[in-house]
């Protein structure tokens, strides 16, 4: 009776230092920082659960298995996965972890190793663990939900270094980027992440300002981004769009600025109504029809006819120049500028 009765006591002390370490870290934190803080349980905290159905917690594979060096710590999932890690390195990459470890006394050992519940699963935690190990290269996101898992999940714990290596990762992952730019534009708006905030509006300048605004082809995308940051995202778009300026280029194809085709008018007053809309070079790539109009007026002079691939090339290399030139122009700092409130 009396074991239960200290047992009991002992649960509730480690509630309250828990909810104590909580506190402390949510004061110094943002308001939105604050509210994901908060959502998470104790790492301590012992919940119901229907033996029949528990499963036998068991070893992660290499090389978060206990055969880890240097692991001094358990962190066991949702799923009952069992990761061996060292404890410094979890001081250093949270201070979430730091207060805890410092401040609690487990309750369970395993190996002598002192037992920590996380409420995440193995997949999540284990691409986490990657970037807390500065001797381990973290592997590439299998897909845009793994991303926003794992950023949530460095949120949550105030891992600011693994999220700075996120953004480093995605950068260099094209695929990536490409599948949902939408998406990673609002992890970056949220988490405060400039550079990958940047490359990823800048990408989507290729979907249409009217899908931009809801189609159900980036439903999915859109469910990420809070409404002011696609607010924004939208004014970033329409701008680039209203400053590329097709119309009234001079073009001389003999490359000794004596033949001026007039064709270009025609060809560049459509280019600018298209990229209102999608002020990107694929804008162009995608005008087949307007192209082959171009090139059927190009045939009729002398001096395109007979090298009419290069003379259409240097063209496109010409119009490509002017869409970047102009929206690298686009002042990006009211786009950014809320990031920092």
């Not at 230092?17 to 949510?26: D, N, V």
């Amino acid at each position: 009776m009396l074991d239960r009765c200290d047992n009991q006591l002992r649960h509730r002390t480690m509630r309250k230092r828990a909810c104590a370490t909580t506190t402390i870290i949510t004061a110094s934190l943002s308001n939105s920082q604050a509210r994901v803080y908060s959502r998470i349980a104790s790492p301590f905290h012992t919940t119901t659960m229907d033996t029949a159905t528990a499963t036998k917690p068991t070893d992660a594979e290499a090389p978060f298995d206990r055969e880890c060096p240097k692991a001094d710590v358990v962190l066991r999932t949702s799923d009952n996965i069992d990761f061996h890690f060292p404890k410094l390195l979890l001081i250093f990459a949270s201070p979430f972890f730091e207060n805890l470890l410092s401040d609690g006394t487990p309750d369970e050992l395993k190996d002598g190793r002192p037992i920590i519940l996380v409420h995440d699963s193995s997949k999540d935690l284990r691409q986490l663990l990657y970037f807390c190990h500065p001797s381990l290269s973290p592997p590439p996101f299998s897909s845009i939900d793994d991303v926003v898992q794992v950023h949530a999940i460095a949120a949550k714990y105030c891992m600011e270094d693994a999220l700075g290596s996120f953004q480093d990762i995605i950068m260099n992952s094209p695929e990536v980027m490409k599948s949902a730019p939408i998406t990673l534009y609002g992890l970056a708006a949220r988490y405060r992440l400039p550079a990958l905030a940047r490359s990823a509006a800048k990408l989507c300048l290729e979907i249409d300002a009217g899908k931009l605004m809801g189609s159900s082809d980036i439903e999915d995308q859109l469910k990420y981004v809070s409404a002011l940051h696609i607010n924004r995202l939208f004014a970033y778009h329409r701008a680039c769009g209203t400053a590329i300026k097709i119309t009234g280029i001079v073009y001389y194809c003999d490359g000794n600025n004596s033949v001026i085709h007039s064709c270009l008018e025609v060809f560049s007053k459509a280019m600018d109504m298209l990229l209102q809309y999608r002020p990107c070079l694929q804008t162009v790539i995608d005008a087949k029809e307007e192209m082959r109009t171009l090139e059927r007026e190009l045939l009729k002079c002398n001096a395109c006819k007979p090298n009419i691939d290069p003379a259409v090339d240097n063209l496109f290399r010409y119009i490509a120049n002017v869409i970047e030139d102009a929206v690298s122009k686009v002042c990006l700092l009211s786009l950014f500028l809320f990031l920092f409130r």
